[in-house]
């Protein structure tokens, strides 16, 4: 089973950003922990970050035809990217959608997710562990469906 997991803007700082929402632990901090519950689960994992929304929209077309399905914490674009909406929608392709925090909790403009109007699943509020839950629950949605 082949995953993509994709973050977006800012992901880079955790660790430095406002480690009160986010913690202490940094970006290679997160990578070590999916590529070890990757380990665990018997995944292949492509993991990917950028602060650039139409880089994301790329990574997400080149899944197409080479993935099982996408996990993804668009970071700041969740709430503004249409164009990562349509990305996810054009691949079809199982999708779960994670957040750090519990955006349902935080401030009004935080509260819309288009990305997540193409997911299937939805992991927020859990720090890392919700990227440990969207992969057990991608692996399950797809053999499932095998
Ligand atoms: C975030 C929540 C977003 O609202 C914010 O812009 C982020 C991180 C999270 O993981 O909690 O950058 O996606």
Redesign the pocket.
């Known amino acids: 089973m082949k995953l993509l997991i994709l973050n ?4 880079n700082m955790l660790g430095v950003r406002e480690k009160h929402l ?1 913690g202490a632990q940094t970006y290679e901090d997160l990578k070590r922990y999916i590529l070890e519950k990757a380990g665990e689960l018997n995944i292949d994992v492509e993991l990917y970050q950028s602060n650039h929304e139409g880089d994301l929209v790329d990574k997400i077309q080149s899944a197409y035809g080479e993935k099982d399905g996408v996990v993804i ?4 674009y ?2 503004t990217s249409v164009a990562i909406l349509d990305a996810l929608k054009a691949v079809n392709l199982p999708a779960a959608e994670v ?3 519990d ?1 349902t909790k ?1 401030e009004a403009f ?1 509260q819309i997710s288009y990305a997540g109007m193409a997911c299937q699943a939805h992991f ?1 509020g859990l720090g890392f562990e919700g990227y440990g839950k969207a992969m057990e629950w991608m692996k399950d949605h797809i053999e499932k469906a095998e």
Do not use: E, S
Request: aromatic content about 6%; cysteine-free.
């Open positions: 977006g803007p800012n992901l986010y914490n668009p970071a700041a969740t709430h957040h750090l925090t955006i935080r935080r927020m």
